[in-house]
């Protein structure tokens, strides 16, 4: 729930759009090629505007956002089961949304100052500038 609070900005709903605008959708703002990935289906984008009283219009996954909660957690419960019956920390658990990839790592740097910091040689350049 702690996750679902914070990636929802507390509104537990499904039809939430990221406020960065990165397609990332609902309650654990699953991401356009997570839904993919997940689903085997391309995600359908549409435009939500003025959802977080900005004024912006920020686009969001059609598919996720016309889910229930029942609907999306078996997205979310698909989502988590690279690591079922793992010993984790609250921080590689959270990682399994932030950034899988540092998940169950020895140390997490998952943004930076500068690129060379951060801990994944074998990520591209531009997935690295990214993070910076």
Partial sequence: ????????????????????????????????????GLTGKQPIFENVHNYWDDGKTLRRIK???DMTVLEYLDIVEKHFKSIKNKDLEF???????????SSRLPEHVVFAKISADLDLPNETKTRKEERE
Wanted: aromatic share 14%; hydrophobic share 45%; net charge negative.
């Fill in 91 to 101: 921080i590689d658990f959270y990682l399994q949304v932030l950034f899988p990839a």
């Fill in 1 to 36: 729930m702690a996750v679902f609070a914070w990636e929802s900005g507390e509104k537990f709903e499904t039809v939430v759009p990221n406020k960065r605008n990165s397609g990332g959708t609902g309650l654990i703002q699953i991401m356009p090629d997570t839904y993919k």
């Fill in 63 to 65: 598919q996720l956002a």
